[in-house]
């Protein structure tokens, strides 16, 4: 019963394909992320959904498309895969009302690699 | 992270005591948030602070000075599992709830 929940976990890739992580919350939050972490290991958002609207949307490339089908889930997907979209990208969310500040729940992660 | 600074290595014994600093820029603060992250793992919440003072959570606690925009995250009777990176995030009143990680501090424990 994972909160927070993306597939797949690991994905190798070679450049220029077109590839989709999915994510699922159980947990009844409204807003949901996408964060990217680097080999340097920076946390880094790139977009955030409140009930399938789109509220940030951070200096991302466009080959990066978020789409919300519900406020359950968030996918990510990203056309014309590049070496430099190697990374991990975690999947989150967040109560818009709760204890400790709407705190943040993020998913295990998907590996990306892409060759 | 942007504008958020926190060393990037620290080092301590088993049962001793680290504290691992942490600032912040203060325009549109909107409260301070600490997660562990082991490796290959993902972050996972440690504490948040919203107002001045100590927030104590067992072993860890974390501390907020608003006017000064520092905070701290307090580690006593380390263990070895507490080996991993710990990030400070802060979030701004104009971000949504995302929140902005600093590049995190990774703590080595040693026996």
């Known amino acids: 019963d994972t909160a927070v929940s993306q597939t797949p976990k690991y994905l190798v890739t070679q450049m220029g394909n077109d590839k989709s992580i999915k994510c699922e919350q159980n947990?009844?939050?409204?807003?949901m992320y996408w964060y990217k972490q680097d080999s340097k290991k920076f946390l880094k958002i790139m977009f955030s959904?409140?009930?399938?609207?789109?509220?940030i949307n951070e200096t991302v490339p466009n080959r990066f498309s978020p789409k919300s089908p519900d406020k359950a889930h968030l996918n990510l997907h990203i056309n014309s895969l590049e070496l430099g979209d190697s990374a991990v990208y975690f999947c989150?969310?967040?109560?818009?009302?709760?204890?400790?500040?709407?705190?943040?729940?993020f998913g295990e992660g998907s590996w990306l690699t892409v060759v | 992270g942007q504008n958020i600074d926190q060393p990037t290595e620290m080092t301590a014994t088993e049962g001793a005591i680290v504290q691992i600093n942490c600032t912040y820029q203060t325009s549109g603060f909107n409260g301070l948030f600490w997660y562990q992250q082991h490796a290959g793992e993902a972050p996972t919440f440690l504490s948040y602070?919203?107002?001045?003072g100590l927030e104590e959570k067992g072993r860890f606690s974390s501390f907020l000075s608003r006017s000064k925009g520092y905070s701290y995250l307090l580690l006593k009777e380390l263990q070895m599992k507490d080996s991993a990176s710990y990030l400070c995030?802060?979030?701004?009143?104009?971000?949504?709830?995302?929140?902005?990680f600093g590049k995190g501090t990774s703590l080595l424990v040693t026996p």
């Open positions: 989150a969310s967040s109560p818009v009302t709760g204890d400790y500040g709407n705190t943040i729940y």
């Open positions: 995030a802060d979030r701004k009143e104009d971000s949504g709830y995302a929140l902005n």
């Open positions: 959904y409140n009930n399938k609207e789109l509220i």
């Open positions: 602070n919203v107002l001045d």
């Open positions: 947990l009844g939050h409204d807003t």
